[in-house]
Nanobody
Framework: QVQLVESGGGLVQSGGSLRLSCRYE??????????MGWYRQAPGKPRDLVAS???????NYADSVKGRFTVSRDNAAEALYLQLNNLKPQDTAVYFC?????????WGQGTQVTVSS
């Protein structure tokens, strides 16, 4: 069983920045060895993967956030981070962390990011 807790969201103006954090308390050692990802879901839209990172630091990004978002992880601290720069109104969504591919029973509450124009 894993508890995921996302934090760091908020309301920012277009062009602003935020840093999201995800803490996971994993009783399974596999979490520290598995790829993880940040996902987001806007109202009325599906939950999409925006960034992922392997246990040794290889990253991938959705085209819509490439060059603006940076994902990182600290396995010892059981933490995942997402730096969001040059935010745009279309980045407004609830952001979640999970394994990649995600484990359905592990979704947390997410953290709301709202970008005003």
């Amino acid at each position: 069983q894993v508890q995921l807790v996302e934090s760091g969201g908020g309301l920012v103006q277009s062009g602003g920045s935020l840093r999201l954090s995800c803490r996971y308390e994993a009783s399974e050692w596999i979490w520290g060895l598995s790829p993880m990802g940040w996902y987001r879901q806007a109202p009325g839209k599906p939950r999409d993967l925006v960034a992922s990172i392997t246990n040794d630091g290889n990253t991938n990004y959705a085209d819509s956030v490439k060059g603006r978002f940076t994902v990182s992880r600290d396995n010892a601290a059981e933490a995942l981070y997402l730096q969001l720069n040059n935010l745009k109104p279309q980045d407004t969504a609830v952001y979640f962390c999970n394994l990649k591919p995600p484990r359905a029973e592990s979704w947390g509450q997410g953290t709301q990011v709202t970008v005003s124009s």
